[in-house]
């Protein structure tokens, strides 16, 4: 199969044939600022070395024991993808990026509401993360949980009472989850203030990084903010924080400046033969806040533009001129359709 579709195939290949992921949902809370909320866990199996020393029979044997476990619950097992369908996963941020689901041992398992995605034997034998519309992390975690706990009554993990849950890497070691949940904060960006505020979670041990993962930038606005102790109230404070401040952030722009900039984005997309990755993060990122605000002219809603970021980002890796022509060409298709 071709890396780079051609431009014309772009939008059919990959949101026709593809379900959405339930987060996406148009009644999610506090959607106006925040995309999702997720929950990420890795659990080692007792007996068995991690998956960078493991040997191939092993690896098997670990699928082996994963699948049984969940053999009674509602989860599709993929070993074989197409690259639109794995670039499409890791979009909807059910699958890492790196993840080499078609080698020996290994698997993807997704649930039927594309709410929960497993990898085995990726860093860990087990990572499982689950992801929930809006801010709703209790409802993700609670989700996790109880698939953590249908896994755990069949298999045995990995645990010391000095270091917790066992992991590949020792800075994962521990309680061995992560919180996080993807915030919109382009009022704050647009007035200056975000450095700041992201610089006072900082300091209270709440991390922050952009789209593309670790050390990235907060390109178009969007953040993923998370925390990998058991702080939960720490968390759950810190997104109500950035939610009041982004929300008081957008009250300081005027919805004239607004209906402006986004049409100039906007207009900048269509116009575009060819189009960065980084660039349709601003152009899409403006084209979100004009959709919440409810600005004339404005054909999709919030979460329209959301499921488009979850396709822009595909074949990030290769920047060249066909896929930068695919995607503006993907741009254009959905902004002037909506």
């Known amino acids: 199969m071709p890396r780079n579709p051609a431009p014309d195939s772009w939008r059919r290949m990959v949101l026709s044939s ?4 339930a987060w996406l ?5 506090h959607s ?7 929950v990420r866990v890795m659990r080692n199996l007792v007996g068995y070395r991690f998956p960078h020393q493991a040997t191939n029979p092993e690896l098997i044997e670990v699928q082996r024991l994963v699948l049984a476990s969940l053999a009674d619950q509602p989860f599709n097992v993929h070993r074989f993808l197409s690259l639109a369908e794995r670039d499409h996963l890791v979009g909807c941020r059910l699958m890492s990026p790196d993840f080499h689901y078609d080698g ?3 698997a993807m398992l997704i649930d039927e509401q594309r709410t929960t995605g497993i990898m085995i034997n990726e860093e860990d034998h ?9 801010w709703s992390p209790e409802n993700a975690d609670s989700i996790a949980t109880q698939t953590l706990d249908v896994v755990s009554r069949r298999i045995d993990f990995a645990w010391s009472p000095r270091f917790g849950h066992l992991a590949a890497s020792p800075f994962n070691a ?11 904060l382009i009022g704050l960006a647009h007035t ?3 450095p700041g505020v992201l610089r006072a979670l900082h300091a209270k041990g709440i991390a922050s990084r952009g789209l593309f993962g670790e050390s990235s930038r907060a390109i178009g606005a969007f953040v993923q903010v998370s925390i990998t102790d058991s702080r939960r109230s720490d968390f759950i404070g810190a997104g109500d924080y950035l939610m009041q401040e982004e929300r008081a952030a957008r009250t300081e722009v005027g919805r004239e400046e607004l209906t402006e900039r986004a049409r100039q984005a906007i207009e900048f997309a269509i116009a575009s033969l060819t189009i960065t990755l980084a660039d349709s993060f601003r152009v899409l990122g403006w084209a979100r806040w004009a959709a919440v605000a409810g600005v004339p002219n404005t054909h999709y809603s919030p979460r329209q533009v959301d499921t488009w970021l979850t396709v822009v980002e595909l074949q990030s890796a290769a920047q060249n001129d066909k896929v930068g022509q695919a995607r503006a060409a993907f741009l254009r298709e959905c902004l002037e359709s909506g």
């Open 32 to 38: 106006d600022v925040v995309l999702s909320s997720r």
């Open 18 to 21: 593809m379900p959405s992921p």
């Open 174 to 184: 521990g309680e061995g989850r992560r919180l996080s949940a993807m915030f919109h």
């Open 192 to 194: 200056k203030r975000l």
């Open 104 to 106: 020996p041992g290994r």
């Open 126 to 134: 087990i990572r499982l993360q689950t992801l929930t519309g809006g």
């Open 25 to 29: 949902a148009n009644d999610a809370p």
